[in-house]
């Protein structure tokens, strides 16, 4: 079992920026990767940022050149610094941990924490 602790969520100017940190604890040794997801009510969840634990990053193109993942590699805590907001990256942002043991993958997520971009 992983347990995900977000924070850094909340409202910003256009053009602004915002740093999320996620918390892994639990089975720690198991995460093969991080990474963050976003939510509009009403649509699917999709990918943003992934980092593996040996720090291969990867973007989905609406946020390559703004937002940059990165690794804590004492502690494990994943960042994503996000910058030159937009009003479209309004969204709950959800951090996930994909673990693989005995060739089992299971994801896990943390509780979201909303970003609004608006003036």
């Known amino acids: 079992q992983v347990q995900l602790v977000e924070s850094g969520g909340g409202l910003v100017q256009p053009g602004g920026s915002l740093r999320l940190s996620c918390a892994p604890s639990?089975?720690?040794?198991?995460?093969?990767?991080m990474g963050w997801y976003r939510q509009v009510s009403g649509e699917q969840r999709e990918l943003v940022a992934t980092?593996?634990?040996?720090?291969?990053?990867n973007y989905a193109d609406f946020v390559k050149g703004r937002f940059t993942i990165s690794r804590n590699h004492d502690n494990g805590t994943v960042y994503l610094q996000m910058n030159n907001l937009k009003s479209e990256d309004t969204a709950v942002y959800y951090c996930?941990?994909?673990?693989?043991?005995?060739?089992?993958?299971?994801?896990?997520w943390g509780q979201g924490t909303q970003v609004t971009v608006s003036s």
């Open positions: 996930n941990a994909e673990t693989i043991v005995v060739l089992t993958t299971t994801h896990y």
């Open positions: 639990g089975n720690v040794l198991s995460i093969y990767s």
């Open positions: 980092i593996t634990s040996g720090g291969t990053p």
